[in-house]
């Protein structure tokens, strides 16, 4: 059986935070779907669209993670994709109470658990909302923003034995 986990979040946007839980869980499955979550009652900063294609565009050379969105529980699409597992960051005490509280809930009505990884140190202050604000007021966020690997290139030189 295939172990495959849901990484479950508004992403708007992916942060280098996001990207960190994402890269370092990979290795413990055999495919994370990236669920992009549509909530009709809080206002998006980026379309859907967009958020979608901006996860795809960066891991496009990565088949073990799709990017999907959805707009019903998380339960019911961790179900759809036929995952076991939900995904999550935790960057704080804050966050503690909230994810622990929904975890319970996941594993009560639907028998989905719960991996959370803690977020490094040098990423515990990033964000989406911080970005979003950085974005509106014109900042440069780049560091905050992961970025798609360079493609390789075409034909390289073969190297010389004492390079
Ligand atoms: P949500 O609105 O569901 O919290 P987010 O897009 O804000 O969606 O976050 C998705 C997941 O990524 C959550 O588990 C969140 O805790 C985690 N996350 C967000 N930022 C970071 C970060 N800097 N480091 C680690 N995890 C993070």
Same mark, same amino acid.
């Given at each position: 059986m295939k172990r495959i986990a849901i990484f479950p979040g508004s992403f708007d946007p992916f942060t280098v935070g996001h990207a960190n839980i994402l890269e370092r869980a990979?290795?413990?499955?055999?495919q994370i779907v990236v669920g992009v979550g549509i909530n009709e009652n809080k206002k998006a900063f980026y379309p859907t669209e967009q958020r979608l294609q901006a996860i795809r565009t960066l891991y496009?050379?990565? %088949?073990r993670i799709r990017v999907e969105s959805y707009d019903d529980l998380t339960i019911d699409f961790a179900r759809r994709v036929g995952a076991r597992f939900i995904l999550r960051g935790l960057r704080s005490v804050h966050d503690f109470e909230y994810e622990r509280d929904v975890a319970n809930m996941n594993k009560r009505l639907a028998n989905i658990d719960t991996l959370i990884m803690f977020t490094e140190p040098h990423l515990t202050s990033v964000s989406s909302s911080v970005v979003r604000e950085l974005i509106t007021f014109g900042k440069d966020v780049s560091a905050f923003l992961p970025h798609a690997p360079? %493609?390789? %290139?075409r034909s390289e030189a073969p190297r010389s034995q004492d390079e």
């Open positions: 990979l290795p413990l499955f055999d496009k050379g990565e %088949p360079e %493609p390789a %290139p």
